[in-house]
């Protein structure tokens, strides 16, 4: 933090593998990130989002593959000599020092002249928005607080890459939030090349330059927020940044065929074969449920009401559509359960993507641990 701008460095990781006996926690991990750039993982528990920081890390080795940092190859250094700041979900502060003194470790260790040291936990400390707070010791904060100094020890050392795993998973919903707006201030402040793993996909998109998406240790696609958001790769990306429903069928000249009902759609997706067996993905947020037919360009399924919930500005409604399929909805008024309705959802809001045959376990799996984006 000498300058406004301490820009970190380039990262690069080729063919980086890590198994486990013999399966593969993580497959072949190729990505160059430029300096300065936030990059987050993102992807359900188990998928090697954690097995990949660690490597960068060096808490881990890998099995094969080179992690560089600024043309430098570090990935068989041990974790201090990587010039990285990290930060864990559990905070891991010194409990016995202060604030400002687990805030001064790195710089100590780095034999940093107090002078220097004073100056540059101080500026640290206002960053974080923590200089009334100096003296306390870590017991003494609210998580919040104490995530806040952790993120301070990263960045006081002025790292090449800063490393963050998970968090704000440990801080309540409200502080998340404010959490997550400062680290975002953060980075754009002081410009550090930032690594961050969380399996929220809110978080992700609201966060990052960049998504890694990965599932079981294979990566599914690398993209901005707004390219993952509106254009995933496949099935498991789009269920997982929130196209909750799934309508499998077999498509035909730009209409997808799903028994009792055909969706006409704007977009046959990419590398999608002009026919054969699809599954048709749409967001909560683009099903529209009404008590009349639209009479316009829209699908229109007719669909039982099970499960109305209150949302705020709308509300979130569950039914059963032809063919029994359970879809998830948006509506502006009330409906009671077992009550008819129609759910009504534009040609250019549907995704198509082929149907592998184990592509519906995989969407459920992303379903149970992904979260719609609000
Ligand atoms: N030391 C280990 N020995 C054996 N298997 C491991 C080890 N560490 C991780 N794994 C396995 O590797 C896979 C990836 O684990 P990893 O911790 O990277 O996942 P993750 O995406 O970070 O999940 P989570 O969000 O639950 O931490 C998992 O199936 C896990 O069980």
Redesign the pocket.
């Known amino acids: 933090m000498t300058g406004e701008h301490s820009a970190g460095g380039a990262l690069r990781i080729r063919a980086l593998r890590r198994k486990?006996?013999s399966?593969a926690?993580?497959e072949s991990l190729d990505l160059d990130v430029p300096a300065g750039e936030f990059v987050a993982l993102l992807?359900?528990?188990?998928?090697?989002?954690?097995?990949?920081?660690?490597l960068l890390a060096g808490l881990l080795e890998p099995t094969t593959g080179a992690i560089s940092l600024d043309g430098r190859r570090i990935d068989r250094l041990p974790p201090e000599k990587r010039g990285i700041g990290m930060v864990f979900q559990n905070y891991a502060l010194f409990p016995h020092l202060t604030v400002a003194d687990n805030i001064a470790f790195g710089l100590r260790m780095r034999g940093c002249p107090k002078p220097e040291r004073v100056e540059r936990v101080r500026r640290a400390l206002d960053l974080v928005r923590l200089r009334a707070q100096a003296d306390r010791y870590p017991r003494q904060l609210s998580g919040g607080q104490q995530q806040r100094v952790a993120i301070a020890r990263a960045v006081v050392v002025e790292p090449r890459l800063v490393l963050m795993d998970?968090p704000l998973s440990n801080l309540d919903a409200s502080l998340r939030l404010d959490l997550r707006t400062e680290i975002r201030s953060l980075h754009q402040q002081l410009g550090l090349t930032t690594i961050y793993?969380t399996?929220d996909q809110v978080e992700a998109l609201s966060l990052a330059d960049r998504l890694v998406v990965?599932r079981d240790?294979a990566v599914q696609q690398v993209g901005t927020p707004a390219e993952v958001y509106e254009r995933p790769a496949n099935a498991f990306v789009a269920a997982f940044v929130g196209y909750r429903n799934s309508v499998p069928g077999k498509l035909t000249a730009g209409v997808v065929d799903a028994g009792p009902v055909a969706l006409r759609i704007d977009d046959p997706g990419s590398g999608l074969p002009e026919q054969g067996s699809v599954v048709a993905m749409i967001r909560p947020e683009d099903l529209l449920i009404t008590r009349e037919s639209g009479g316009g360009t829209g699908n229109e399924l007719s669909i039982d009401v099970r499960v109305c919930e209150y949302q705020g500005r709308t509300f979130a409604v569950e039914g059963t559509g032809p063919g029994g399929h359970l879809l998830h909805g948006r509506s502006d008024q009330p409906f009671r359960p077992g009550e008819r309705a129609v759910a009504v959802v534009a040609p250019d809001r549907i995704r198509t993507f082929p149907a592998p045959a184990e592509a519906a376990p995989a969407i459920d799996r992303a379903l149970l641990v992904g979260q719609e984006p609000s």
């Open positions: 486990f006996g399966f926690a993580l992807g359900p528990s188990g998928c090697g989002k954690s097995t990949a920081l660690n998970e793993v399996h990965l240790g």
